[in-house]
């Protein structure tokens, strides 16, 4: 049943059925703390969905409260250096930018490309995707300037593959943010 219920509350999010689908993700989050223990990794995926739901309807801060829970789980469970919390910082950071609070998203995406490049080393395609979403934030932010390094960075580790664009997470849960890069700042498609 536990398994089930992220496609449920997907399904009512879908049709608008948002006080259900917070029901529904509540009683996700008691399920999972049941099964799993209520600091236990088992019970991160409920809170990510239940945050989602929260991020969703506007309520920034109760999602907060479960990202922040999730990234502590993580780090607990395995270490504050982990490839986990990088997610967790991650996703604080796309939640921070569709609140509109650049600066920690900022700062929580600058500590997931931390650790990420410490992980897999700086030409890694997953922490140069971090590279290019932290350019993103700048972009949201205005700070031209400073995402133009940031994807020319980007790009230079990439060495001559071609990467056009940068985005913050494709899937409905997030805001999608598309910023189109040139080096030459011409529009080349």
Known sequence: MLEALPSEIQWLQAKGKDAEATRLADRYVALAKERYGADQPGVVPALLEAAFVFQQQGKFGKAEVLLKKALAIRAAAFGPRSIEVADSAEEL???????????????????????RQAAYGARNEKSIATMEALAGIYMARGRTKEAEQTFAAARKLQGKKEHRYAYMREETSY?????FYATDRKNTG
């Not at 805001?175 to 910023?179: G, I, L």
């Open 175 to 179: 805001a999608v943010v598309k910023v």
């Open 93 to 115: 950071a796309y939640l921070y930018q569709s609140a509109k609070r650049y600066k920690d998203a900022v700062r929580s995406m600058k500590r997931a490309l931390s650790i």
